[in-house]
């Protein structure tokens, strides 16, 4: 199993482009790829960050990240980075994000790198987990990777699908000047990125050893929401990958990281578990369709996407788990007094 990341960063355009060049975005470059390569589950060799004439131009990009696809194997994650301007013309069939490159004019879309060409080189590699961060204007009108919309979710055996998570959520444009407030280089980066790598070069306080999707996006929006600079937060859309699937290492030393909870008991402790994308002792929840129900209806309460997309996860699995009609009363009949209540 390898892990292979590409960084896209173009940070140079001509002088009559139109489009702005920002020094964050070249250190952002960098800096994904010092991270990376100090991460042992990343390593020296496993990160490309391509230089300015490989970003130069849309086929440049394509070239490099078609080498990184071809090469991925079925047991490894490809990771794309793209860091720069975004663009999105409503006016063209088929309308989709458009990255820049290094030889890009404003308004002049076919001198842009089409997203579609990303997605469609991401999709076609063997990879396991193939996972792109948008870091860009725009990043917020990015769809699913993958193919398919449903989610199979924390129930499957299989932890192998796409992920995409964006700078922006709910605004379209995304600051490229560093965050005055992260500490030392990571502040020279562009504020989603420099947030993004403080959470990786440092790790967070949860239990786990490894930094698993979900936790990193979290992690993120949580440093970004009490920032004293206002940020948009991030979005993540997953495709036939779980929120507890492991990307980076947690660098935090093990002796100043959370204890591991207590395997839960009560229907709250399992909704604090599920969502801190522990689904380790799943099994035995579902052994308790009363529990079960209880849990999918407190997962449906909460205001974060997230959680509903758990509490649908578990309901498809306890639909066709709880073949016994008397099972699937109990399970259903707390989902409904959970919910009227």
């Known amino acids: 199993m390898a892990s292979r990341a590409v960084v896209i960063a173009p940070a140079r355009y001509a002088a009559d482009s139109g489009i702005p060049g920002y020094s964050w975005i070249g250190a952002s470059a960098r800096m994904y790829g010092e991270v990376l390569t100090g991460d042992p589950m990343w390593g020296p060799g496993a990160c490309r960050v391509l230089d300015e004439s490989q970003v130069h131009t849309a086929a440049g990009v394509m070239a490099e990240l078609q080498l990184a696809a071809d090469a991925a194997g079925p047991e490894d994650t490809l990771l794309v980075v793209y860091v720069g301007h975004g663009a999105y013309w409503g006016d063209l069939p088929g309308a989709q994000v458009h990255f ?78 560093g965050c005055s407030a992260l500490p030392g280089e990571l502040a020279e980066c562009t504020p989603f990125s420099g947030h993004l790598l403080n959470v990786l070069r440092t790790g967070t306080q949860d239990h786990h050893a490894r930094l698993t999707l979900g936790l990193v996006r ?4 949580q440093q970004m929401h009490v920032c004293p600079t206002p940020h948009d937060v991030p979005r993540m859309s997953l495709n036939d990958a779980r929120e507890s699937t492991p990307l980076f290492t947690n660098r935090m030393a093990s002796s100043a990281r959370n204890q591991r909870p207590r395997r839960p008991v009560e229907a709250e402790q399992w909704v604090r578990t599920l969502r801190s994308y522990d689904d380790s002792e799943l099994e035995e929840l579902l052994a308790d369709p009363r529990k079960t129900g209880e849990v999918v209806a407190l997962l449906h309460r909460e205001a974060d996407e997230g959680s509903r997309l758990i509490a649908q996860r578990i309901d498809a699995e306890a639909n066709s788990r709880y073949a016994e009609p008397h099972d699937f009363a109990r399970y259903w009949n707390r989902v409904q007094q959970a919910l009227r209540g």
Do not use: F
């Open 100 to 177: 820049s490159v290094g030889s890009s004019y404003d308004g002049k879309p076919w001198t842009w790198l089409s997203s579609w060409y990303v997605y469609r080189t991401m999709r076609r590699s063997r990879a396991r987990l193939k996972v792109l961060i948008a870091d860009c204007c725009r990043s917020n009108l990015l769809p699913q990777l993958g193919d398919e919309p449903l989610l199979p979710g924390v129930l499957g055996e299989l932890d192998q699908g796409t992920c995409v998570l964006t700078a922006l959520r709910n605004a379209d444009h995304a600051s490229a000047e």
């Open 218 to 221: 979290d992690a993120v929006k």
